[in-house]
């Protein structure tokens, strides 16, 4: 029970059809031994919301270079919290300015990850983060 | 977080585990239609937690009314868009459909991919479709370990049908076979010919085989080809039947059929025969041969992890180590070993 694999989901919101970012991310986290689900290009709030759910995700982790983060994180963490899912460990990557960042946070992302940041790094912050359940 | 006390039944080894209610309330929140309970539950049962199994007690008098389809075949045939238009096709008939895939856990890491969503996502907002993605955790054999027991709980939370989406399979993981009521082999055009078809294994576990992309050029003379490999000389001969043999185990003859998880061609005619194998299995008196295998294999689970915990529970710890240690350096043999252990637990029992 303790050591059952920490599972992460990752999507990319919005319009942009640059998935490489999300691609090695899977694949990093794969062999961090993550069990990770991929939903792929194009989700709405509501779809990356709805896997977060039924999956019984620890983390969500967003990929987003649109420009549209300020509008669609905070959506995603309200759908989070609506459905009961508050604990969930929000993280966000891909291109997004410095400055938009304490709003991102204030609406729930835990951490921005920007270009350069290793896989090792992000799987640490999940370990350390990722919501303690008992169940 | 109220216990309902009148539901809470016998569980006693929960209540020894000292999470009496917790399963019993993941199972009637899942059950009178919260998602999220849903969800926890399904994770409890992937983690066999004692909470899992209090849940499965209260909710396995109800999960025998779904129809569990399992779908199977290589990799990249197209199991999960073909699920996904057999979804939207139960849909459009107002069925509640839940879907299991299964993907592989990396056996280096633990790790895995589980990208069997992504052909499904166009279902967000319905709340009777629910999906789940399973990594299969070391399991061989298409499935997770815990698969028959995740496709009971979404039964009982009222799913009329639930698809079992397998890993993609080589040639001999039949396993799905015994927990799903019907089982569909999809295969694609130019996959081998004809001897393919001969070989034992995947094909003979099929109550229907599905040639999936038949937008496809080949897809016709693939059908064609199944079709011709598939049917003939199955039926006992008269001779055999004279002899009394004809009772032995035979390979199931199935329905070949064209379809294309991408346009839907020939999927509303796939789910048809879906109902149809179903509705001939529910209209025989008896437990079918697929339930009872999967009813076998469940309780014969649940027995070997109940004989290890005996095995291995600290008052006998000392003494089982101690006829393990013996087999080790072959002063006893492991049958005798084995026969002297199973004695000591029945004696205890």
Known sequence: ?????????????????????????????????????????????????????????????????????????????????????????????????????????DAGVAAVFGPGTSIGEVAAFMREHAPQRSE | MTTPASASGETPSAAEAGTAGTGTRLANDARAGS???????????????????????????????????????????????????????????????AVLAIDPSSPVTGGAILGDRIRMQQYAGDPNVFIRSMASRGHLGGLAGTTAESAAALAACGFDLVFIETVGTGQSEVEVAAIADTTVVVQAPEMGDEVQALKAGLLEVADLVIVNKSDRPG??????????????????????VERGIAQRARPKHPQVLLASGLTAAGVPELLAALDEHHAKRAATAQPHGARLARARAQVEGILADRMREALWATSRRASADAVIEQVAAHELDPYAAADRLLDEIARQA
Do not use: N, W
Request: proline share 5%; net charge negative; aromatic share 2%.
């Open chain 1, 1 to 105: 029970m303790t050591d059952r694999p920490l599972k992460v989901l990752i999507a990319k919101p919005g319009l942009d059809g640059h998935d490489r970012g999300a691609k090695v991310m899977a694949r990093g986290l794969r062999d961090e031994g993550f069990e990770v689900v991929y939903t792929g290009l194009r989700q709405t709030p509501e779809m990356v919301a709805t896997a977060a759910l039924q999956e019984d995700v620890d983390v969500v982790g967003l990929s987003i270079l649109s420009g549209a983060h300020l509008t669609l994180l905070p959506r995603i963490c309200q759908l989070l919290r609506e459905q009961g899912m508050a604990d969930v460990l929000v993280t966000a990557g891909g291109i997004i300015p410095d400055e938009d960042i304490p709003t991102l946070q």
């Open chain 2, 35 to 97: 998602r999220l309970a849903l969800s926890r539950l399904l994770t409890a049962i992937e983690s066999r937690t004692a909470a899992a199994e209090e849940a499965l007690r209260t909710l396995y008098a109800e999960a025998g009314s779904a129809h569990v389809v399992g779908i199977t075949g290589p990799p990249g045939g197209g199991k999960s868009t073909l699920v996904a238009a057999l979804v939207a096709e139960a849909r459009s008939g107002g069925r509640a459909v």
């Open chain 2, 219 to 240: 897809a016709d003379r693939a059908a064609a080809q199944l079709r011709a490999m598939l049917t003939p000389g199955a039926e006992p001969g008269a001779g055999e």
